[in-house]
């Protein structure tokens, strides 16, 4: 997973620099951003730029201001991504 806030409509550059520096190859990565208008924004197309090889996965996009009320969209996407343990 990488997770962020979103900036400009896109993953933060220090998030795709950052992102650059590992091999992703044969993994999915799995975007997550919190927002405030613009959801994932061009997160996964950042990500599948920076991550060569890589399956990015269904992202998850909170609100900034529902963070704290985001455990059921967080738990459903858990869940669609494969990711939930009992
Ligand atoms: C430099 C900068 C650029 C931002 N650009 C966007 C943007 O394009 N779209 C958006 O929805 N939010 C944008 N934001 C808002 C952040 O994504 C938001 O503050 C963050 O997700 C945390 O949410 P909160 O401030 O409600 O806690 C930007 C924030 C900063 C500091």
């Known amino acids: 997973m990488l ?3 979103i900036w400009n ?6 998030m795709s620099t950052f992102a650059e520096r590992f091999d992703f190859r044969g ?3 799995f975007p997550i951003t919190t927002y405030a208008m613009s959801g994932l924004g061009t997160t996964e197309r950042d990500y599948a730029k ?9 992202g998850l996009a909170v609100q900034g201001e ?11 996407w858990l ?3 494969g990711l939930l343990r009992d």
């Open 3 to 5: 997770a962020s806030p």
């Open 9 to 14: 409509v896109r993953a933060p550059m220090i």
């Open 27 to 29: 993994r999915t990565v």
């Open 50 to 58: 920076s991550c060569p090889g890589a399956t990015i996965g269904e």
């Open 66 to 76: 529902k963070v704290r009320d985001a455990d059921g969209a967080v738990r459903s």
């Open 79 to 81: 869940g669609r991504v």
